[in-house]
């Protein structure tokens, strides 16, 4: 089935360390988004991808980075200069018409 | 610049009771918007959508919503509750879509939508 999977489901990371969330679809979408989710807080756009070897930062990027070598994967590196890392992270692509399509997330928590 | 404002972090109804869950947005640029549910630790799901055209739009699950200009309002509505529509519910507003495809999306907080016997 077409979608998008997101790669752990849980994981756990001690102060200090680098992780890497891994995120995937079948889709044929061009654009690709990473969101944080807080309680309370909605959904905020950390980086977004609108083709292969091209992303953008946004509302909240500092402490991340991202790469898009392939138009099917767009991984997340949440970095040690990211000081509240826990969260649950959101990956999502997106068609011409606007619609995103969201994967399962990520919960990160930080030990 | 977009924002959205969802009135009521929490709502509570009784099965079979209305649902309205409340949307204000603002955007500079005629706006599309969105209605989307979150299952407990799981990613977002539309239940539906305006671009342009009809101001009444149906959705999945017996949801609509009336993008309402004058009061820059896009309100989610369900005539009658049921126990699985116990969820979060997110409005998000697009100003305009990206050059090279693709749609900034900005969310409101949220509405827990938690639903009684």
């Known amino acids: 089935d077409g979608g998008i999977t997101q790669s752990p489901k849980y994981l756990f990371r001690k102060e200090g360390q680098n992780v890497t969330l891994s995120c995937e679809q079948n889709?044929?979408?061009?654009?690709m988004y990473w969101y944080r989710q807080d309680p309370g807080q909605g959904l905020r756009l950390i980086y977004y991808?609108?083709?292969?070897?091209?992303?953008q930062k946004g509302d909240i990027a500092e402490g991340y980075s991202v790469s898009r070598e392939k138009k099917e994967s767009f991984p997340l590196t949440v970095t040690s200069a990211q000081k509240n890392p826990t969260a649950f992270y959101l990956c999502?692509?997106?068609?011409?018409?606007?619609?995103?399509?969201f994967g399962e997330g990520s919960r990160l928590t930080v030990l | 610049a977009q924002s959205v404002t969802q009135l009521g972090s929490h709502v509570s109804v009784s099965e079979g009771a209305l649902v309205l869950l409340r949307c204000n947005y603002s955007s500079s640029v005629p706006p599309y918007l969105f209605w989307y549910v979150q299952y407990p630790n799981q990613g977002l799901q539309l239940l539906l959508k305006?671009?342009?055209?009809?101001?009444l739009v149906k959705g999945i699950n017996g949801f609509e919503a009336e993008f309402k200009k004058s009061e820059t309002s896009f309100h989610l509505t369900k005539p009658s509750a049921h126990m699985s529509d116990a969820a979060e519910y997110f409005c998000a507003v697009s100003g305009s879509f990206l050059t090279g495809g693709g749609n900034k999306l900005t969310f409101g907080t949220g509405t827990q939508l938690k639903v009684e016997l």
């Open positions: 999502a692509s997106s068609t011409h018409t606007g619609e995103l399509f």
């Open positions: 991808s609108q083709i292969v070897n091209d992303f």
């Open positions: 889709l044929n979408h061009d654009a």
């Open positions: 305006y671009t342009t055209g009809a101001t």
